[in-house]
C-alpha cells in the first residue's frame, strides 16, 4: 500500500475536537476530505499528520495552535461604537459578521460583547489559540 507523501491527493475523514470533548467539524456524515499535500489548502499541523500514512489507517493527533489557526491575537479585538452598525443590524454575541476595511479588503467578525453603546469585535479564526485534536481516517491516496 502506498503512503501519503507530498505531492499526493488523499482523501480523509475526519473529526475535529477540543480539548473538552467538544466536535467543532466532522467530515462523517459528508463527503471525504479531498486535498493535496504540500499545496496549503488545510491547516499545516492536520497536513503534517496526513504524511506518512496508508489507506485505511486511523490516527488521532493533537495540533497547537502554531500548526493551526495561530494563535488568539488581542491586537484583532476591537470595540465599536454601536452607531458603527447599519440601521437594520442589531450586533448579538456569536453573531458572525463581514465588515469591510478601509483598504477594500472583507474580513469576517464574530461579536463576542455588547453593551449598551458598544460591540466587541473579533477578527481571529474562531479556533485560534486553540489545541485541536483530530480522529483521520485515510480513505484514499490518489
Known amino acids: 500500500m502506498t503512503q501519503a507523501n507530498y505531492g499526493d491527493t488523499?482523501?480523509?475523514?475526519?473529526?475535529?475536537?477540543?480539548?473538552?470533548?467538544?466536535?467543532?467539524?466532522?467530515?462523517?456524515?459528508r463527503d471525504p476530505l479531498e486535498f493535496t499535500i504540500g499545496q496549503g489548502q488545510i491547516i499545516p499541523g492536520f497536513e503534517q499528520a496526513v504524511v506518512g500514512m496508508r489507506a485505511g489507517e486511523l490516527k488521532t493527533t493533537s495540533i497547537p495552535p502554531e500548526a493551526a489557526y495561530g494563535p488568539h491575537r488581542d491586537e484583532m479585538v476591537i470595540e465599536v461604537d454601536l452607531t458603527f452598525f447599519p440601521n437594520n443590524v442589531?450586533?448579538?454575541v456569536g453573531q458572525q459578521l463581514q465588515i469591510h476595511q478601509a483598504d477594500g479588503q472583507s474580513i469576517i467578525v464574530t461579536v463576542t460583547d455588547v453593551s449598551d453603546a458598544s460591540a466587541t469585535l473579533d477578527a481571529n479564526h474562531p479556533l485560534a489559540g486553540k489545541d485541536l485534536t483530530f480522529d483521520i481516517?485515510?480513505?484514499?491516496?490518489?
Not at 481516517?137 to 490518489?142: D, I, P, R, S, T
Open 90 to 92: 442589531n450586533p448579538e
Open 10 to 29: 488523499v482523501k480523509v475523514h475526519y473529526i475535529g475536537k477540543l480539548d473538552d470533548g467538544t466536535v467543532f467539524d466532522s467530515s462523517i456524515q
Open 137 to 142: 481516517e485515510l480513505v484514499a491516496v490518489e
